[in-house]
């Protein structure tokens, strides 16, 4: 149930008889039976078009064009469409395939398996400065919990031309949870997500570590 303040409209209803004996009734009451209709209304594309003219100098006839503010997205979708997508993609995990069925079904927004990875790009880094923070965090925390598994990574980016096995890095503390994706499961890449002077206590399920591999043994492991 959504506060009263939350409602666009408020209607009263009164009985305006008896159930009973059909007396006419008349009266207030303080607490009434609530009943709520929420709906979605129907969505409209807010498009904007910018014209960029091109004029010939009249001294030297060079041609010039005008070019974008840098306020206009230059990939030609704004903050709440790259928002939703990397939303469907990241916290659903819907296919890209699936991101464009949505946003054409949903929304009318159409665009391409490739405009979808762009957009997830554009969103990491307009987060890259929260997710570092978060990284600071993890790297400086008294105890932390840390695992890995494998993970199907492509060479969508650019950054994996042998297509070779990904692992998903995860480390926890009560506040934050860190991920990443490396392509390798060495201490490298533990030290990249732990930092190469972590001086707290991890967490670990030392799986396939032997005593002698455990990662970072000075460390206290719980």
Request: one cysteine or more; a negative charge.
């Amino acid at each position: 149930m959504y506060p009263v303040e939350a409602c666009d409209s408020v209607t009263n209803h009164y009985p305006e008889t008896c159930n009973c004996c059909g007396e006419p009734l008349q009266g207030v009451d303080s607490n009434p039976y609530r009943h709520q209709v929420v709906e979605i209304p129907p969505i409209k594309l807010q498009i904007a078009e910018h014209r960029l003219h091109q004029l010939t100098c009249t001294r030297c006839g060079q041609t010039s064009r005008a070019t974008l503010p840098l306020q206009v997205e230059w990939l030609g979708y704004g903050e709440t469409v790259v928002a939703i997508v990397s939303v469907l993609s990241g916290m659903y995990r819907h296919s890209h395939r699936m991101v464009v069925s949505a946003m054409s079904d949903l929304f009318g927004v159409k665009i391409s398996l490739g405009t979808v990875n762009r957009l997830r790009k554009e969103a990491s880094e307009a987060v890259s400065a929260s997710v570092e923070e978060v990284k600071a965090y993890i790297q400086a925390a008294p105890i932390v919990g840390a695992d890995e598994t494998g993970f199907g990574q492509g060479n969508a980016d650019g950054e994996n031309p042998q297509s070779k096995r990904a692992w998903l890095w995860v480390a926890v503390t009560p506040l934050v949870s860190f991920f990443c994706v490396e392509l390798s499961r060495s201490t490298a890449a533990a030290q990249g997500l732990l930092g190469e002077n972590f001086e707290g206590i991890l967490n670990s399920d030392r799986y396939n570590r032997p005593p002698a591999k455990v990662l970072f043994s000075h460390l206290m492991i719980a």
